[in-house]
């Protein structure tokens, strides 16, 4: 068996998820090749070829692939797939939006989120928001799957010594165009791969009292993130919801600061190790998934907290 | 310009969903279903470009059985013009849904296929990228904002970290994320009046789709039961067990 993991990068370094993608695909077995495609991402190819385990490293280095087009990369995968049993790419925006590209042009079904490998061809994953929980067998010639980064260690990002092999394909995606994107810049780490969380509900009030958090947060190195409600309200923007329709985080510790638990917020993040709960409502349901739940007032508090550590 | 807008019936959101006894799926019986909540603003968007009057003609399109009418009916009250449905099984995977889309698309030819980004019953997320690729054809996935310019869909996307604009040439796929809009409240005469819509039926058959899957479902369990834990009583003892008996921070 051998099996292609698509690597997470933004043409600079190499992202976190695809660490936690290849350990699938170590469980998976056989040899594993890692495609990087992408522009000026030689760079990337070189932190992909010291990550334990990868067999080769498959750089399609063109300006084509800078934005990483679902068109075009779908199509790049396909020219190389038949050498392959799997392909994986982590369960981020950019492996949701192009990988059901390459099943559908490979006539295959595609297995999203898989949690867990029973064997190469037995996979866990979660549907109706983590209510009930699936295993399915796939018959399909090559499987195709995105990967939960949190049902998977991270392997190690050293301790290879993978060949580059560059791949001279050209493929351009004519009919859509990159115009623009606005990125949250932060110097705290990423929310899916944070090892603590800080996260804020609609009882912060308004996006100014995220200061709070964001104050704690950087006491404690973590991450910050925020309910549905927080940014339906729009205290805080998009990419920091934490939930069914966000992202789905596993921390060592999550601290939810004024947040219900609405189910579909826990959804996201139940299956943090510790989590911790403060809010003034005893009876909201965030204390039944809570390890430590505090009644209390978060502006006084949080400011409380971040002193005491 | 012609919107083909695709619905989908699932367990309502609001419902807490049970698995059944024997694991082999959740309990549907009595359970009240409702049009996918991205769906719905999938229809909902096609609607106000028809009221902006870019779009003349939306045709809304669900895969399943009979009782699929009724999420047909409700994309019809909300606006759409007429309805299509595909007779199939219920819980057939997204290839097969899509191939059952891409055979509609090449018989109504749109200029646009708006699609909710996943279902919130199998959580795929995978329907409207597969559709794009059979017609091959451009994707927008997971969109904020959607404007229509000389022939071209300017559309923000919702990605981690943050937004992203993409154009895509038409024909093209957009799939919705859940602030593109809010969808409008249903008024009965706009009910009464969806009754009266046509409402076209077709098999997978007659589409000439097969529809065997590769993917069987071995079990379907609860997840795990998190149990909750105790209540502290001040900020020092949060700190002393998070310290001491927890160990997460140092």
New interface residues.
């Given amino acids: 068996m051998s099996i292609l993991v698509i690597a997470e990068h933004d043409n600079t370094t190499l992202k976190a998820a695809t660490l936690n993608t290849l350990e699938a695909a170590t469980q998976i077995g056989g040899d594993i090749d890692l495609l990087v495609a992408g522009s000026n991402c030689q760079n990337v190819a070189e932190m992909a070829a010291k990550v334990s385990g990868v067999n080769k490293v498959l750089l399609a280095n063109n300006s084509v692939y800078e ?1 990483q ?3 075009s990369v ?1 199509k790049l995968v396909i020219d190389i797939a038949a050498n392959y049993s799997h392909v994986l790419a982590p369960a ?3 492996g ?10 490979l ?7 898989v949690v867990a490998v029973k064997s190469d061809d ?1 996979f866990v994953r ?15 010639s090559v499987k195709v799957m995105t990967i939960r980064a949190t049902g998977f260690d991270p392997v190690s990002a050293d301790g290879g010594s993978a060949e580059i092999i560059v791949l001279d394909q050209v493929i351009e ?12 810049v932060s110097d705290r780490p ?1 929310l ?1 791969s944070a090892s ?1 969380i800080v996260s804020g509900g609609r009882g912060m009030g308004s996006g100014d009292n995220f200061k709070l958090l964001d104050s704690l947060a950087d006491k ?1 190195g973590a991450a910050v993130g925020a309910s ?1 409600a927080a940014v ?1 309200a729009g205290y805080v ?3 920091l919801q934490v939930g ?2 966000g ?1 789905t985080v596993a921390p ?2 999550y601290i939810a600061v004024g947040i219900s638990g609405a ?1 579909q917020h826990l959804a996201g993040m ?1 299956s943090s ?4 709960a403060i809010n003034k409502d ?1 009876e909201a349901p965030i ?9 209390a007032d978060l502006f006084d ?1 949080v400011p ?2 971040e002193k ?2 | 310009m012609k919107i083909l807008v695709t619905a989908k019936r699932v ?1 309502d959101y609001n419902v ?2 049970r ?1 059944q006894a024997d694991n082999k799926g ?1 309990e549907l019986a009595n359970v009240k279903m409702s049009i996918n909540p991205f769906c719905e603003i999938a229809v909902e968007e096609a609607v106000r470009l028809k009221e902006q009057g870019i779009a003349s003609d939306i045709v809304v399109l669900s895969i399943g059985s009979k009782t699929c009418q009724e999420t047909l009916r409700t994309a019809l009250a909300l606006g759409a013009d007429r309805a299509i449905q595909v007779e199939t099984d219920d819980g057939i ?3 097969i849904v ?1 191939k059952c889309i891409v055979a509609i698309a090449k018989e109504e030819e749109p200029d646009l296929i708006i699609m909710g980004k996943q279902a ?15 017609l091959d ?6 969109a ?1 904002k959607i404007t229509i310019e000389k022939g071209e869909a ?1 559309v923000i ?13 038409l024909p ?1 796929v957009v799939t919705t ?3 593109l809009n809010e969808p409008r409240f249903i008024k009965l005469p706009n009910i009464m009046k969806a009754k009266k819509k046509p409402l076209e039926v077709k098999t997978a058959e007659e589409l000439g789709v097969s529809v065997v ?11 795990e039961e ?1 149990q ?5 009583a ?3 003892e ?2 002393e ?2 310290k001491n008996e ?1 160990k ?2 140092a």
């Fill in positions: 934005h087009l679902a068109e779908s981020t925006t950019t949701k939006n192009m990988l059901p590209r390459v099943a559908a042009l006539d295959v079904a595609q297995l999203s989120d037995t979660p549907i109706y928001a983590g209510n009930a929980i699936a295993t399915v067998i796939s018959t399909d995606s004519e009919k859509s165009r990159f115009i623009g994107e606005e990125l949250a990423e899916t603590i404690l549905r339906d923007p998009n990419d069914q329709t992202k060592d510790l189910i139940k190790k510790v989590i911790v005893e204390f039944q998934v809570a390890d430590y739940g505090l009644v508090v409380e907290l005491s550590l | 367990v807490k969903v698995v959740v995977d997204s290839l899509a919130i019953d199998s959580d795929n997320n995978q329907t409207g990228q597969m559709v794009a690729a059979l054809i451009p994707q927008a996935t997971f904020s300017h996307r919702e990605i981690d970290g943050g937004l992203q604009t993409l154009g895509v040439t093209a994320d859940l602030r899957s590769n993917i069987n479902i071995v079990s379907v369990t609860p997840p998190r909750g834990g105790v209540k502290v001040s900020v020092a949060l700190v067990k998070l927890a997460v921070i």
